[in-house]
């Protein structure tokens, strides 16, 4: 059956307040190069990167825009967001199995291809190139990851993102079954699947929330809960901690080493408390730290978050669900911080 040559979605008109979200009925639906599949959106999940795609946070010029991309580069406008996707794939390029047609995927958000080619610097879904607030979607097929599930599109939906980043974070820092693990900002999309997939990892977690939201991140495999406005050391005793998953940053981050190990490990994917804090380098050197900064996934770790979702291992977390016409309520909700989980978008 062939697709239609246009498609209802949302793009993002340039950077700024939601004003610039603006829903289209006349989008050109995506055509499949040689090595791509075009997938029928089912449902795409909220993100911060979203969010501060369109603000240009990731700007460090003072306002300017032509570093405000999850790359550092300018974006192009206008731009269909949306890094959390499953769908369906319903068209495939010349060089792409054409049994694939009817698979279930979700996408990797990190894109190393793009029109058939190898990228020096990987893209970012939905900032770089177009993503998943509209009906049709175009990846390379690589990044288009058949899942085998019980689950519904709207719970798939909630994991590529936020699982990924948390996976990638605690690979990174080379989490092991034993250690203990502290993970600040839990009750957020990221937070909350590094609560999830430390515990699976084995690991003895630590989740930093407020105190209405600890019940809900014990049940999702905390062992213990901290309040985000305790003092850090003298809740969990300095050197006490063998990697922290940070997310959080700002004021109390100093604190952070001092619960380190020696030889501890530091990972960050967030700053959602501000990006600029104050290091003594002496910390530092004198515990044998190390610090990992994690944006880009490693090759093995969305293949890994798949087989953990068929496996059962971990369990979707939907706070709350809004059709695609009612994106800005969702990303108010989103800015408001009053879940636990993810919030996503309906497109079926």
């Not at 009906?135 to 798939?156: G, P, Q």
């Not at 407020?210 to 049940?219: F, Q």
């Not at 104050?278 to 610090?291: G, M, N």
């Amino acid at each position: 059956m062939p697709l239609p040559s246009k498609m209802s979605g949302v793009v993002l008109t340039g950077h700024g307040g939601p004003e610039k979200l603006e829903w289209r009925d006349d989008l050109p639906v995506p055509t499949p190069g040689a090595r791509d599949v075009v997938i029928k959106v089912s449902a795409a999940g909220v993100n911060n990167t979203d969010i501060n795609t369109r603000t240009a946070w990731y700007s460090k010029g003072d306002g300017e825009s032509d570093d405000a991309s999850w790359s550092g580069k300018a974006l192009s406008f206008p731009r269909i967001q949306g890094a959390d996707v499953c769908g369906h794939i319903v068209a495939v390029g010349d060089q792409v199995d054409a049994a694939r047609v009817g698979e279930r995927v979700l996408i990797e958000p990190c894109i190393r291809e793009a029109n058939g080619e190898i990228l020096e610097t990987p893209w970012y879904f939905g900032s770089e190139c177009d993503g998943g607030f509209a009906e049709y979607t175009r990846v390379a097929a690589r990044h288009a990851h058949r899942v085998e599930s019980n689950l519904t599109d709207i719970e798939l939906a909630s994991f590529p993102c936020s699982y990924s980043t948390a996976e990638n974070m605690l690979t990174r820092a080379a989490v092991k079954s034993g250690e203990t693990v502290l993970v600040t900002g839990a009750s957020g999309g990221v937070g909350s699947a590094a609560v999830q997939l430390a515990s699976a990892r084995g690991a003895r977690v630590v989740a930093v929330t407020s105190a209405n939201k600890a019940d809900k991140l014990k049940a999702l495999g905390a062992d213990e809960t901290l309040d985000r406005d305790a003092n850090y050391v003298s809740a969990l005793g300095a050197g006490q901690v063998d990697v922290v998953i940070d997310l959080v940053a700002g004021r109390k981050w100093p604190s952070l080493l001092d619960v380190l190990r020696p030889g501890g490990r530091y990972a960050v994917a967030g700053a959602i408390a501000g990006p600029l804090v104050e290091l003594d380098v002496r910390t530092l050197y004198l515990k044998d730290l190390s610090f990992y900064g994690c944006t880009v996934l490693e090759p093995e770790v969305f293949g890994n978050l798949v087989t953990r979702i068929e496996r059962g291992d971990i369990a979707p977390l939907v706070a709350e669900t809004y059709s695609l016409h009612e994106i800005g309520a969702a990303q108010d909700a989103f800015g408001r911080k009053g879940h636990i989980g993810k919030i996503v978008l309906s497109l079926s």
